[in-house]
């Protein structure tokens, strides 16, 4: 059940980033955070297909799962909890060869909103470290696989300083 509720919101956080704002974001590694910030609006706003077109066709994670199981779990997610909010903390980006990107980031999803790092010590929110692999396709970021485990405050309030 864990895993299955931390697919999901892996997936609210990360597939929705195709509403980025304004014009395009000159360096890769400005258009994969351009993409995290979109992916995060989409998540807080419930917006299913935004993050459904993030997926990449060839998506395949460690537990098995393919796009549509992704986006299953995503669907569900949705239907559950009206309201997401989202703090997200990027690690680093790396960019292994060119056309894949490499991120790994830390998300807190909660019901309401999250002020800042230090404020989770007081809330509720399930708080995860997402490694995810990104290929360029047709210009756009897309996510081909990702792997998540439990983060704790302190992981957020330390990457808050760097």
């Not at 809330?123 to 290929?135: I, N, S, V, W, Y």
Request: hydrophobic share 45%; with cysteine; aromatic share 6%.
């Amino acid at each position: 059940m864990i895993r299955a509720r931390s697919a999901v919101l892996f997936c609210v956080l990360l597939i929705s980033g195709l509403v980025a704002c304004g014009g395009e974001p000159a360096t890769p590694e400005e258009r994969v955070r351009a993409w995290l910030w979109a992916g995060e609006t989409a998540a807080e706003n419930g917006r299913l297909r935004v993050l459904m077109e993030m997926i990449s066709a060839r998506y395949k994670d460690g537990e098995g799962r393919n796009r549509r199981g992704v986006v299953q779990l995503l669907a569900g997610h949705f239907r559950r909890h009206r309201s997401i909010h989202v703090l997200t903390r990027i690690e680093r980006i790396a960019f292994p060869t060119q056309g894949q990107a490499q991120v790994v980031l830390y998300a807190a999803m909660a019901a309401s909103p999250i002020e800042g790092a230090q404020s989770l010590t007081n809330m509720r929110a399930d708080l995860h470290r997402f490694k995810l692999d990104l290929a360029d396709e047709d210009g756009e970021w897309k996510l081909l696989s990702a792997a998540w485990r439990p983060a704790s405050t302190k992981d957020f309030i330390l990457l808050g300083r760097a």
